[in-house]
């Protein structure tokens, strides 16, 4: 009898501490600015902007969009300044096939932070997290172009501001 009060006990106490890394988990998902599928946090670079596209693979506009997005950021005043961070919306399947251009299978978290209205959106943010731009609508590489040049704009008056 004690044997199965005992055993009773210990599932009990490990099932309830299981839910609460659970909870705790998940309730820590706001302090990441992106998370992939499995709620694991994005890596994002510290010394630059990161430009996030988010994406479906079912959308003609965001295929035609990625490459203008990825030749101009390779472009020699872009290249150092920004990281490429995409969001596929309507798959389970990233590709990193370019790592400087990775794209992660996206979660429900992220459109908390980053409403996306319809792909592509694209938000270029700061390391932390800040919105300086939202873009909603593929981009040519003339007007992306003014994008990134205004996001540095923003960039260096809030760090300005700070320092």
């Known amino acids: 009898m004690i044997r199965i009060f005992l055993f009773f006990a210990v599932f009990a106490f490990v099932n309830l501490s299981c839910q609460k890394e659970e909870k705790a988990e998940k309730k820590d998902l706001h302090k990441y600015i992106l998370v992939d599928k499995n709620s694991n946090p994005i890596p994002l670079p510290e010394d630059k902007l990161i430009v996030v596209n988010f994406l479906a693979y079912s959308c003609s ?17 872009f290249k150092e300044r920004f990281q490429f961070i995409g969001i596929v919306i309507d798959s389970d399947k990233g590709d990193f096939s370019d790592p400087d251009f990775p794209i992660y299978p996206g979660h429900k978290q992220n459109f908390v932070r980053f409403p996306v209205p319809g792909t592509p959106t694209t938000y270029i943010i700061t390391p932390k997290g800040k919105k ?32």
């Open 61 to 77: 506009s965001c295929m035609k969009e990625l490459p203008v997005i990825k030749k101009v950021l390779r472009e020699k005043k």
């Open 132 to 163: 300086l731009i939202i873009i909603h609508g593929a981009v040519t590489e003339e007007n992306f172009r003014k994008f990134l040049k205004q996001a540095v704009e923003k960039a260096e008056r809030l760090s300005a501001k700070e320092g």
